[in-house]
């Protein structure tokens, strides 16, 4: 634990939907009202909230893909919320992203050792195929794994290789947006403990968006809770989950269906 590493600072976002008529203004949606929220290098943060409450949003502007309408986001202590291309680049190699959908995210036609290598692409590295082989080992797949193609894995094991290529680049901070959401039951746990593995391994910030706070309690000390755009609740994960201070997030706990085996991080 130490210094903030990401500070959010009363952002906001507005979006503008496709106008469905000529004579009504076109829709706009709040996504994010002034949300304030500082993570602390080392800090294993979860982001919990309903479908729509602005999680993606705000994992989107936190890892600078997007810019807020208002407000400013901090990486390192460097204002990030009004840079976008090149002048990004430096956050590649700190910052890196896991999505859902492994296969919306990996290309059908490059093979596993290509995906794993593309975020060395614009750096000069000189040994790409040693850390492709470093990070495939790193999260459990064999080493043959790198001359085939996404559809010849199963979800878990292309969620595998979607947070192998994270790790290529050696990122201080990995978000992870709802990456077991996706996945069977059965090998989400395992998943989970993988993730849970390479944070410990490779002391990574790790921010963890999921709409299950059952998950987030596997991973994360502490969990903001987030509700049309705004953070409610913010707390160490096991007070929020025994003690929670909002009606919404009592809601959110009582949504979560009674799972057989009710396991907890020490056990999965
Ligand atoms: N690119 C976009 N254009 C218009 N509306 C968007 C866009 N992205 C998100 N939204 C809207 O912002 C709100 C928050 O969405 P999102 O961040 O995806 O929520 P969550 O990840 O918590 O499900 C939703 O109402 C969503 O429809
Ligand atoms: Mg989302």
């Given at each position: 634990m130490g210094a903030p590493i990401i500070e959010v600072d009363r952002v906001s976002r507005v979006y503008h939907r496709a106008r469905r008529s000529l004579t009504r203004p076109a829709p706009v949606v709040q996504a994010l009202r002034e949300v304030s929220l500082t993570v602390e290098a080392g800090e294993r943060l979860g982001i919990v909230g309903e479908s729509g409450s602005g999680k993606s949003t705000l994992l989107r502007h936190i890892a600078g893909l997007e810019q807020p309408t208002s407000g400013t986001i901090r990486f390192d202590g460097k204002d990030i919320s009004g840079l976008s291309g090149r002048r990004l680049g430096f956050l590649r190699d700190r910052l890196q992203l896991v999505f859902q959908d492994p296969m919306g995210s990996l290309?059908?036609?490059?093979?596993v050792a290509q995906i794993v290598a593309e975020p060395l692409h614009a750096r000069r590295v000189r040994d790409a195929a040693a850390r492709v082989e470093e990070v495939l080992a790193a999260v459990g797949l064999p080493a043959e794994a790198a001359g085939r193609y996404p559809h010849q894995f199963s979800g878990g094991q292309r969620q595998r290789i979607s947070i192998a290529r994270a790790l290529t680049v050696s990122p201080d901070v990995l978000l992870a947006d709802e990456p077991v959401s996706a996945l069977d039951v059965s090998v989400r746990a395992q998943v989970l403990n993988l993730i849970s593995t390479l944070v410990d391994a490779r002391d990574l910030t790790l921010v963890f968006v999921s709409h299950d706070l059952s998950v987030i309690r596997h991973l994360c000390d502490r969990v903001v809770v987030m509700r049309a755009g705004q953070i409610v609740e913010d707390g160490p994960t096991e007070q929020v989950w025994r003690d929670p201070q909002h009606d919404y997030t009592r809601r959110l706990i009582a949504a979560i269906p009674a799972m057989p085996a009710d396991t907890h991080r020490s056990e999965i």
């Open positions: 290309d059908p036609r490059m093979t």
